[in-house]
């Protein structure tokens, strides 16, 4: 990104108007330049006011990534099994690159955890090919590479784990009414607040490659809101202030870290009272999508093994590992 455009957006961060005038002479370029500069700002995903006689600010502000200080969130012993946490203005996917990068490190080095933050996707990635909405400056996209020493089926539940350690974290804040919706959506009054995508890649020597994906809605601009095809809420909306997402991206790395490590030792096990209590779909009349199939009935919970239990209109339980559950509220 160029860097004047990086030094315009940190100078509006504060949501505040800032004049042409003084803009220009702290970018050191002219009024005119400032104009051309702001005018790029809505193409990243940024909503910018410009009032003659006042200048430009960002309406209600950014709270821009900064690594020094995700990292304050971060316990020692966390900080030191994470090899790498980087941090882009602009990336494809957080999770492209990761699996990218797993594909280039050596199989041995392996108990190692590699974090990719950036501050816009300009392809990210939801489940089933959908598109994450990733406007600049605005909300959490986050990916981690973990390793695991087992076959694929070995970490079926982890999309469950990552699940419950997003909405551990958001009531350790004391945000309320979070609920998961199977397999691994977190909600916020039946609205989605953060989704997490789980890429696989299994290599050689038995050690295999998941790219846990993150996106948390932290202050999601209105315009790129409407981008959006399901019911959504940001933490903006639910605590009605602008969020330090350092904070947030430092809590959920450092809690993830520590839920991988207990994942590793004692299974999906740890986990299921936890994923139980914030179960929405519990009783309720679902549908569950597969790419072949849609089967609806009422939602039974999840089995021991983090699959879905559908009771169907014969009575019969039928399980599944892997679909999108439609609430039919
Ligand atoms: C979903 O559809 O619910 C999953 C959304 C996952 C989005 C995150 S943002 C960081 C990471 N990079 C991506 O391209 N996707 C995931």
């Not at 999309?159 to 945000?175: E, K, N, Q, R």
Request: glycine share 10%.
């Amino acid at each position: 990104m160029n860097a004047n455009l990086k030094k315009l957006i940190r100078c509006l961060s504060d949501g505040k108007f800032h004049s042409g005038t003084r803009l220009g002479e702290v970018l050191g370029i002219t009024r005119g330049g400032v104009w051309k500069l702001a005018r790029k700002l809505p193409a990243l995903g940024i909503e910018i006011e410009s009032v003659v006689g006042k200048g430009y600010c960002i309406p209600c502000g950014l709270s821009l990534l900064n690594l020094a200080k995700i990292k304050n969130y971060i316990d020692k012993n966390h900080l030191a099994q994470i090899k790498k946490i980087e941090l882009f203005d602009q990336i494809d996917s957080t999770n492209n690159y990761l699996m990218q990068l797993a594909q280039k490190l050596s199989a041995k080095k392996r108990n190692e955890i590699y974090v990719c933050l950036a501050e816009q996707q300009l392809k990210g990635k939801g489940r089933l090919g959908r598109q994450w909405v990733s406007p600049f400056g605005a909300n959490l996209y986050l990916s981690m590479l973990w390793s695991f020493a087992k076959d694929v089926s070995a970490i079926s539940g982890l999309g469950l784990v990552v699940a419950v350690t997003i909405a551990d974290t958001l009531t350790s804040i004391g945000i309320k009414k979070i609920g998961l919706k199977w397999p691994n959506d977190v909600l916020w009054q039946k609205r989605k607040l953060s989704g997490i995508l789980i890429e696989v890649s299994s290599e050689a020597y038995g050690i295999g490659n998941a790219i846990i994906g993150i996106g948390l809605n932290v202050a999601m601009p209105a315009h790129a809101g409407k981008l959006i095809n399901q019911p959504w809420v940001d933490l903006r909306e639910i605590t009605d202030e602008l969020q330090d997402r350092n904070q947030w991206a430092g809590l959920l790395i450092n809690n993830l870290a520590h839920n991988l490590n207990l994942f590793r030792q004692k299974g999906i096990k740890a986990f299921l009272q936890k994923w139980r209590k914030l179960d929405v779909c519990m009783n309720q009349p679902v549908c569950v999508i597969t790419p072949n199939d849609k089967v609806c009935g009422i939602a039974k919970g999840i089995d021991d093994h983090g699959r879905l239990c559908l009771k169907n209109k014969a009575g019969k339980i039928l399980t599944f590992s892997s679909g999108e559950v439609s609430l039919r509220f």
